[in-house]
């Protein structure tokens, strides 16, 4: 793509946010090009070599090249429940990956009695013949239940590769997030192979509640440690409310007795600071930027992103920058930019290089898109 090609697109993808840029004099220190298409894409990694493996929500596990030409299915990907916000999920690589090949899945598992629950599970990645051998099931949500939305199912591993952490949704039932005789509505420290890590707050009471490492949560669907090995997290809110917070050890983050969010029914939700017992999010919005995905950025690109956040949004249709250290507004922890474009965004992740790429939403075939974020010039 020629940079006249490259500045048209860009033009192009940032266009609904035109109004908010010229009304404010916003700079946008990126420029975008359109890499490829993909079927309701939904998560991507990437591979020692600089190729990604993308997930699509119906199923498919591809590996895409970053000029955006992407393989045939690879095969041995677990069955999927597709069904509303279910299917295949988060991908990524075991922290021993150039040793051992192995590749970790996340996805929705079909039930008894039409019910389904977020699994995880590990294989070994066979490039040379497309294919992930002996895939094993390693984790589950107990109970399965009914319903096809807020699986959450995100991976962070522990900087030292020692451990696994997994959000698990509370599956738009509201009560298992506070109830811990579930592994539903928590974040979860495992071990590499999916078992309770020892340790864990709870570790001792056994069963699922011996995987849990904070709960009250809602729909987590971003989960990244910082370089000082701080877990930070983001979930949607109900109608408004949405959350980025640090993940503490054992700690009740409230859900769904409190939320600085209404019910969709228009009811009203209490909210933190009126229930002291509950952690307070470092930040919250509303109305609701619809976070669906997180990095923090170290990269050698952007030096203005540097150790900052970078969560993207679906119904927002943007790309918002958290800083950690608000000088300028009295606050620790707020929004620092947000960027508009054309349609949802799905994914985020670093690039080897430093460059950004994102995955957009697909919805009523709108969408879909793999797109390269480099500094504009």
Request: net charge negative; hydrophobic share 35%.
């Amino acid at each position: 793509m020629n940079r006249s090609t490259l500045l048209a697109a860009t033009a192009l993808l940032l266009a609904p946010a035109a109004a908010m840029a010229q009304e404010t004099a916003q700079t946008y220190p990126f420029a975008i090009e359109v890499k490829g298409q993909l079927d309701e894409p939904w998560a991507m990694t990437f591979l020692p070599d600089g190729r990604m493996l993308v997930t699509e929500k119906p199923g498919q596990l591809h590996i895409v090249t970053q000029d955006g030409e992407a393989s045939e299915p690879v095969e041995g990907v677990p069955e999927v429940a597709y069904c509303g916000q279910g299917g295949l999920g988060d991908v990524a690589l075991h922290p021993d990956y150039a040793e051992n090949d192995l590749v970790y899945l996340t996805f929705a598992e079909a039930g008894e009695n039409d019910t389904r629950g977020a699994a995880m599970g590990r294989g070994t990645l066979n490039l040379d013949a497309m294919r992930i051998d002996d895939f094993e099931v390693l984790w589950r949500q107990d109970p399965k239940v009914t319903g096809c939305g807020h699986y959450s199912h995100k991976i962070a591993f522990s900087p030292d590769g020692q451990y696994l952490f997994l959000s698990s949704g509370e599956r738009q039932k509201k009560d298992p997030a506070q109830d811990r005789s579930s592994n539903l509505g928590a974040v979860l420290r495992l071990t590499l192979e999916g078992e309770a890590a020892e340790g864990n707050p709870f570790y001792d009471e056994g069963g699922v509640t011996a995987q849990i490492w904070s709960y009250g949560h809602r729909n987590t669907l971003g989960l990244a440690f910082d370089e000082e090995g701080t877990l930070w997290q983001h979930e949607m809110g109900p109608k408004g409310g949405d959350e980025f917070q640090k993940i503490e050890e054992g700690e009740n983050y409230g859900w769904p007795v409190v939320s600085n969010g209404d019910n969709y029914d228009g009811s009203d939700i209490p909210e933190h600071d009126t229930r002291p017992e509950f952690r307070q999010p470092d930040e919250f919005w509303n109305p609701v930027i619809s976070p669906s995905s997180m990095i923090i950025y170290d990269g050698a690109m952007f030096n203005a992103w540097q150790g900052s956040p970078l969560i993207t949004g679906l119904n927002s249709r943007a790309l918002v920058q958290v800083s950690l250290n608000c000088e300028w507004d009295n606050r620790e922890i707020c929004e620092a930019e947000r960027y508009g474009f054309e349609n949802r965004l799905r994914e985020i992740e670093q690039g080897p290089d430093g460059a950004v790429w994102l995955l957009e939403d697909e919805r009523d075939g709108e969408g879909g898109r793999l797109l390269k974020l480099t500094p504009a010039e």
